[in-house]
């Protein structure tokens, strides 16, 4: 399962067109500001346009649960804060 600290920018960048848009261009300035391991981040960096299609792709890109994706889009930080 993915740390929270992954979902969590996976979450917002679901939500938020801006974010999304920086972490495919730019994933590695995105994830100098996080704490992933060095799979998530190799995860992340793999992410495409086409991954956030539904919430199902994203989810099965990333190895995490829709359930998880969805309960992490309610974390505060996930809402509030931008990447």
Not at 37 to 48: D, M, V
Request: hydrophobic residues 35%; negative net charge.
């Amino acid at each position: 399962m993915p740390s929270e600290e992954m979902l969590i920018i996976v979450g917002h960048s679901w939500q938020c067109r801006d974010c999304r848009r920086k972490l495919l261009d730019d994933p590695d300035r995105i994830l100098s500001r996080h704490r992933v391991s060095e799979e998530e981040a190799a995860l992340l960096r793999q992410l495409t346009e086409e991954d956030f299609s539904s919430i199902s792709s994203l989810a099965q890109a990333i190895g995490a649960s829709i359930s998880d994706l969805y309960g992490i889009m309610n974390h505060p930080r996930c809402r509030l804060r931008h990447i």
